[in-house]
């Protein structure tokens, strides 16, 4: 079966080859972390996640802040059977949600993990917003709440950083139809069912931004977004991290078109200890 399932359609077979995002026909997890608290309060609630970092990436960004995991397929190799009964040996009720982390190039593999399954927390489907509406679609059946990254207005870019020369266009359509698949629904400050909009500032790069924050007005009604400071330089392709003075005009553009609902963050988060050890 030809892989299609992001917008780079490299139809390529997995039982024989790879693609882009270096992954076959098997789902690998390079990390699982218990009751993880590192993501905005109505994703984590009072418990934490239980985050599944998957290797690989159908991105593979300059800057990842997870670039040991994203740019290899390094960790366990599970089947699609095989990872359900991952997920089902965890007392599920001891987290506030199952959050896939970069599941995007696993996305019809995922589909048949959780077939049938019914969970009695949130699936979190946290990604590079780099996606195709067919797999939006198929994924919508068992994902109760996107976390999606908008990266990039200017595709120049986006392909220049990740590779993605038709990013813009693609994070658009996806995010426009996650947000009319999954109305928000909340439950004592947890988000239940909805989408959460990401977006990272970085360093010389306001104006992508801004546009950025333009776009999400044009296509979500009443977004929750979450504007991130947290980029953190490893050397490339930037040589330091975020000036304040460029975050302030950001948010300030947020306030000033009405993107009120949602969260920004604290300089402090701008730290390699803050990166996940993997």
Known sequence: MMCTDCPRFCKVNRNI???????????????????????????????GTLAIFFAGCNLKCSYCQNFKISHSLVGQEFSPEQFRQKIE???????????????THFSSLLSLSFENFCSPIPIVWNSSGYENEQTIEKIA????????DFKYADNILAQKLSFAPNYFERAKEAI????????N???????????????????QNVKNSLDVLDAIKQIVD???????????????????????LEYKIVLSHAQKIGLNEGYMQDF???????VPNF
């Open 89 to 103: 040996s965890y007392q599920l009720e001891k987290y506030s949600a199952i959050e896939l982390i970069t599941p």
């Open 268 to 274: 402090s988060s701008a730290k390699t200890e803050f």
């Open 17 to 47: 080859e790879k693609g882009f995002c270096g992954a076959q026909n098997k789902i690998v997890v390079a990390k699982i972390i218990e009751n993880f608290t590192w993501e905005e309060p109505c994703i984590s609630g009072k418990k």
């Open 222 to 244: 009443k977004p929750f977004v979450s504007i991130m400071s947290q980029f953190t330089p490893f050397g490339k392709p930037f040589d330091r991290a975020l000036l304040p």
């Open 185 to 203: 629904i909340w439950q004592e400050g947890v988000l239940k069912s909805g989408v959460l909009i990401r977006h990272l500032v970085l360093p």
């Open 141 to 148: 059946k068992f994902v109760d709440v996107f976390l999606p």
């Open 176 to 183: 426009a139809l996650m947000a009319k698949l999954k109305p």
